[in-house]
């Protein structure tokens, strides 16, 4: 079993930048799969950014490509989400997750843990 906090959301203007971390417990991080996906407010929830076991490889949305940056530290149980460039669209409730086998990384599915999110607010 894993526990994910997601910590680090709030209210920032357009252009502005955040930065999201997800703390995980147990001693296993380090062979989970991370992924950072969203939920708007009448929306499904999308896939954001993926990160493999050792950092890697990252993987992301083309809507946050260029703007969003995935890294993971294994030594603090910790993953990271450098959010730059902030845009109204980013809007939205950002949950961590982690999965325990390769899988289609920007799927909801093949994640085994969730965390219980983090708001994130960008004003125009």
């Known amino acids: 079993q894993v526990e994910l906090v997601e910590s680090g959301g709030g209210l920032v203007q357009a252009g502005g930048s955040l930065r999201l971390s997800c703390a995980a417990s147990g001693r296993t991080f380090s062979t989970y799969i991370m992924g950072w996906f969203r939920q708007a407010p009448g929306k499904e929830r999308e896939f954001v950014a993926a990160?493999?076991?050792?950092?890697?490889?990252?993987y992301y949305a083309d809507s946050v490509k260029g703007r969003f940056t995935i890294s993971r530290d294994n030594a603090k149980n910790t993953v990271y989400l450098q959010m730059n460039s902030l845009k109204p669209e980013d809007t939205a409730v950002y949950y961590c997750?982690?999965?325990?086998?390769?899988?289609?990384?920007?799927?909801?599915?093949?994640?085994?843990?969730w965390g219980q999110g983090t708001q994130v607010t960008v004003s125009s």
């Open positions: 990160i493999s076991w050792t950092g890697d490889n990252t």
């Open positions: 997750a982690a999965a325990k086998r390769r899988g289609e990384y920007s799927s909801l599915h093949a994640y085994d843990y």
